[in-house]
């Protein structure tokens, strides 16, 4: 069984639409992230949700919108797709948060290509 | 701004050689974490060191965290192709549960 999944594992759009990333964990963590990998490998927090109340906001713009609908999934909205938001979105989850974090567990990502 | 860097950024070597790949920082950290990321995968957790001068061994990886918790190395013995991959260190950057990578050393072991 897959711990953290994400669905699409690949997205290919025109700017301007509209696209979803889906993330589950079968994990029973009570944090979940969303990270995103720019074609340099840099890895940089985006959002984080503990027990579905969204805890980190890491001046994203308001086009990307989380949605934590209970604690095993958070997907990812994105509007008013951009040239510049093409990258791989990671999802991750950790038992805890806070200062005690500890290991975070990836989902394989979803590359977003944007045409 | 807690920030990581990693050097070198990109390691070619031959089967069979050892390698040390570096994370320093100005600031100090409570613990620092290594993962490993192959392509087309998330990263995977190595090892979190959590006290200054703490060697920590995962077969032929020694990971080291530096008295003053400032940076960690990670040092490989014998190197094989399945240790290709991309090492990322990561350490708790102050806010809640969030946790800063550095920008990854790419290495690359030929048979």
Not at chain 1, 56 to 75: Q, W
Not at chain 2, 46 to 63: A, I, P
Request: proline share 5%; net charge neutral.
């Amino acid at each position: 069984d897959t711990a953290v999944s994400q669905t699409p594992k690949y997205l290919v759009t025109q700017m301007g639409n509209d696209k979803s990333i889906k993330c589950e964990q079968n994990l029973g963590h009570d944090t979940m992230y969303w990270y995103k990998q720019d074609s340099k490998k840099f890895l940089k927090i985006m959002f984080s949700y503990n027990n579905k109340e969204l805890i980190i906001n890491e001046t994203v713009p308001n086009r990307f919108s989380p949605k934590s609908p209970d604690k095993a999934h958070l997907n990812l909205h994105i509007n008013s797709l951009e040239l510049g938001d093409s990258a791989v979105y990671f999802c991750a989850s950790s038992l805890a948060g806070g200062p005690n974090t500890g290991e975070l567990f990836f989902g394989e990502g979803s590359r977003l290509t944007v045409l | 701004t807690q920030l990581l860097e990693q050097s070198p950024q990109f390691l070619s070597i031959q089967e069979g050689e050892n390698l040390t790949v570096y994370c320093n920082s100005s600031s100090v950290f409570s613990s620092l974490q290594w993962y490993r990321q192959e392509p087309g995968e998330g990263p995977v957790l190595l090892v979190t060191v959590v006290t200054g001068g703490e060697v920590k061994k995962l077969k032929r990886l020694t990971f080291q965290f530096g008295d003053a918790r400032k940076d960690s190395s990670l040092h490989i013995t014998a190197a094989q192709p399945g240790d290709t991959g991309l090492y990322l260190c990561a350490g708790p950057a102050g806010s809640w549960g969030k946790l800063q990578f550095g920008a990854g050393t790419q290495v690359v072991v030929t048979p």
